[in-house]
Each structure stands twice: as structure tokens, then as C-alpha cells.
């Protein structure tokens, strides 16, 4: 079956960096662009990023561009996010989620991850 | 950025009865617009796409309408599995975006 899972998340301090993994089973990755959607302890949903099936296009919020890198390894079936100058803002869930529909426009989000949590704290 | 803005926010309501939730998008997205349930402590899940395709595996209760601006999520006799927060999504247009969620509380 459709399995994602995610890696990587703990307390770091502001200004540092994390990464977040996503293990990627039950599909051919290669196939599909892939998110990070974020979620705020008692809040609603935020969309991070998105890369495309085969890595060449990325797309980010503007709350973590040019802090924050998406990136995939095929080899490994793994999506990544690097996030670095981290905020206390940026403490959330953190899901991957794949992409679903037949073109970027238009697509939602299926399945979803159980989630990392990334608490960013002195 | 689109602003999607989901009412009410909270819905009290008794198994049996027909929810509807609404979802108003600040622009045009044509029906690109995705609904989700999420439990507490878990990963939301799809339920409709593309404003009125229910995903496979949902129940038939749920049922979802709309284009342009005005969208609604429709679940037509409430289940006890159905207590829980549901967003919308906007995919018009990145950044992509989400209502602010509407809670269904067992009245």
C-alpha cells in the first residue's frame, strides 16, 4: 500500500538548521511531484513546497523561501526539506503529501504522511 | 495569495443530521478545489476534489459543490466517525491554500 513517512523532526534551536526526510513506499516516486504542508500546534493547514515528479520545478511559500529547499533522491524513494534559519514561527507538523491530478493546477493532496514535529526553541 | 474563508468555524450538530459547510475562495478558481477531513492527532485525508469528485473509499454521504467562489461540503446524514475538522484547498493558483477549517462537535 501507499505508505509515507517522515523523518527528522525534534527541538532545534532559532537560527539553526534542520532536515526532514519522507520514505516514499507502495508507488513508483519517480512518477509523482511531491509536498510539505505544515501544521501549527492547534492551528489550521499551511502548503510549503512542492517539487515536480522529476525534480526540475519547485515552488515554495513565501514564509520559508530562500530559508527552506525541497529535494528528492530517486535512488532512494525519498523526498527532503532543508530548512535553515529557522523561526520560532516555523514550529509545526511537518507532512509530505503526495501529489495528486494530472497537472500541478488543480491538484490535491493524497496520501499524507503521519507527520514530524519541528519545535524550534531556545 | 488566495484567501479561502471556510463558516461557520464550528458546527454543533447530532448523528443523523445533514451538515453543510461552506467555503468562499477571494478570487475566481474555477473548481480546483479540494476538501479534507482531519481527526485530532492524525493526517488529514482527502474526501472530494475538483469541487464535487468524491475520492474513492468516501462515503457517499459526503458530497461537494461549487465553482468560481462559492463552494459547500455537504455530508447528508452525520455519522459518528464524522466528528472532526474539515478544511478546503484552493489549487488555482500557488501558493496554495486553505480555509481556516470548520470543527463538526457532537451537539
Known amino acids: 500500500q501507499v505508505q509515507l513517512v517522515e523523518s527528522g523532526g525534534g527541538v532545534v534551536q532559532p537560527g539553526r538548521s534542520l532536515r526532514l526526510s519522507c520514505a516514499a513506499s507502495?508507488?513508483?516516486?519517480?512518477?509523482?511531484?511531491m509536498h510539505w504542508v505544515r501544521q501549527a500546534p492547534g492551528k489550521g493547514l499551511e502548503w510549503v513546497a512542492l517539487?515536480?515528479?522529476?525534480?526540475?520545478?519547485?515552488y515554495y511559500a513565501d514564509s520559508v523561501k530562500g530559508r527552506f529547499t525541497i529535494s528528492r533522491d530517486k535512488s532512494k524513494n525519498t523526498l527532503n526539506l532543508q530548512m535553515n534559519s529557522l523561526r520560532a514561527e516555523d514550529t509545526a507538523v511537518y507532512y509530505c503529501?503526495?501529489?495528486?491530478?494530472?497537472?500541478?493546477?488543480?491538484?490535491?493532496?493524497?496520501?499524507w504522511g503521519q507527520g514530524t514535529l519541528v519545535t524550534v526553541s531556545s | 495569495d488566495i484567501q479561502m474563508t471556510q463558516s461557520p468555524s464550528s458546527v454543533s450538530a447530532s448523528v443523523g443530521d445533514r451538515v453543510t459547510i461552506t467555503c468562499r475562495a477571494g478570487?475566481?478558481?474555477?473548481?480546483?478545489l479540494a476538501w479534507y477531513q482531519q481527526k485530532p492527532g492524525k493526517a488529514p485525508k482527502v474526501l472530494i476534489s475538483?469541487?464535487?469528485s468524491l475520492q474513492s473509499g468516501v462515503p457517499s454521504r459526503f458530497s461537494g459543490s461549487g465553482s468560481g467562489t462559492d463552494f459547500t461540503l455537504t455530508i447528508s446524514s452525520l455519522q459518528p466517525e464524522d466528528f472532526a475538522t474539515y478544511y478546503c484547498?484552493?489549487?488555482?493558483?500557488?501558493?496554495?491554500?486553505f480555509g481556516q477549517g470548520t470543527k463538526v462537535e457532537i451537539k
Open positions: 503529501a503526495r501529489h495528486r491530478g494530472q497537472q500541478l493546477v488543480g491538484g490535491w493532496f493524497d496520501p
Open positions: 507502495g508507488f513508483i516516486f519517480s512518477d509523482y511531484a
Open positions: 517539487i515536480s515528479y522529476d525534480g526540475s520545478d519547485k
Open positions: 478570487q475566481d478558481i474555477s473548481s480546483w
Open positions: 475538483a469541487a464535487s
Open positions: 484547498q484552493q489549487a488555482n493558483s500557488f501558493p496554495w491554500t
